[in-house]
Antibody, heavy 119, light 111 residues
C-alpha cells in the first residue's frame, strides 16, 4: 500500500527557509500515471495547494508562492522536497505531501507535519 | 478568501441527506470536469471522497455522491451517519497558471 511520509524541522525562524522532504514507499515517483505535490493548512484554516512535480520533472507552483517556493525530486531515493524561503508567521501550517492523479485529484496523503515559524 | 465558495456549515439528523455546494467560475469548476471532494476529521489528513465530479474511489460508501451544474459542484451525503461529521473541502483544476483551487471548507454536523 502506498505510503507518503513527510520529514523536516518543526520549527523555522522568520526569514529563513523551510525545507521538507516526502519519502514515498510502495510506489515510484517516476510512475507515468502520477504527479506528486505539497499542500498546506494553516491552523484553523483551509487547504492551500503549494505546487506539484510531474513524473518527468515538470513543476507547477501556486502563483501566490511562486517567488519563494522550489519543489524538487530525487528519484534514486524515491523522494521529493519543498523549500519555502523568507518565511513569516503566515507560513505556519501543517504541510502535507500528496500523490496527484488526474487534474487536481489528490488521492493519497501523508500524515502531515506541523511547521511553526517563530524566533 | 478561498477561490471556491462553500457554506461554512451544514447539519442534518442521522439518516437524512445533506448537500454541500461549491461555487466557482467558468475558469475552474465550470470549465473542467476535475472537481474533487475531501473529508477531513479533526487532527487527521484529508481523504479523497469524490473525483472527476462524480467518481468514487474504492472503499468510499456509495451514499457519497457528486454532481455539477454550470459553475457549481455539489457533494451529497445520503443516509447521514455519525461518522460523517467532519470538514469537507472541494477542489477544482483551474488550468492556465492557476492549476488548483480549493474551497474554504464546510463543517458537517450530525445532530
Amino acid at each position: 500500500q502506498l505510503r507518503l511520509q513527510e520529514s523536516g524541522p518543526g520549527l523555522v525562524k522568520p526569514s529563513e527557509t523551510l525545507s521538507l522532504t516526502c519519502t514515498v514507499s510502495s510506489g515510484s515517483i517516476s510512475s507515468s500515471n502520477y504527479y506528486w505535490g505539497w499542500i498546506r493548512q494553516s491552523p484553523g484554516r483551509g487547504l492551500e495547494w503549494i505546487g506539484s512535480i510531474s513524473y518527468s520533472g515538470s513543476i507547477y507552483y501556486n502563483l501566490s508562492l511562486e517567488s519563494r517556493v522550489t519543489i524538487s525530486r530525487d528519484t534514486s531515493k524515491n523522494q521529493f522536497s519543498v523549500n519555502l524561503s523568507s518565511v513569516t508567521a503566515a507560513d505556519t501550517a501543517v504541510y502535507y505531501c500528496v500523490r496527484v492523479a488526474t487534474g487536481s485529484t489528490f488521492d493519497s496523503w501523508g500524515q502531515g507535519t506541523l511547521v511553526t515559524v517563530s524566533s | 478568501q478561498s477561490a471556491l465558495t462553500q457554506p461554512r456549515s451544514v447539519s442534518g439528523s442521522p439518516g437524512q441527506s445533506v448537500t454541500i455546494s461549491c461555487t466557482g467560475t467558468s475558469s475552474d469548476v465550470g470549465g473542467f470536469n476535475y472537481v474533487s471532494w475531501y473529508q477531513q476529521h479533526a487532527g487527521k489528513a484529508p481523504k479523497l471522497m469524490i473525483y472527476d465530479v462524480t467518481k468514487r474511489p474504492s472503499g468510499v460508501p456509495d451514499r457519497f455522491s457528486g454532481s455539477k451544474s454550470g459553475n457549481t459542484a455539489s457533494l451529497t451525503i445520503s443516509g447521514l451517519q455519525a461518522e460523517d461529521e467532519a470538514d469537507y473541502y472541494c477542489c477544482s483544476y483551474a488550468g492556465g497558471y492557476i492549476y488548483v483551487v480549493f474551497g474554504g471548507g464546510t463543517k458537517v454536523t450530525v445532530l
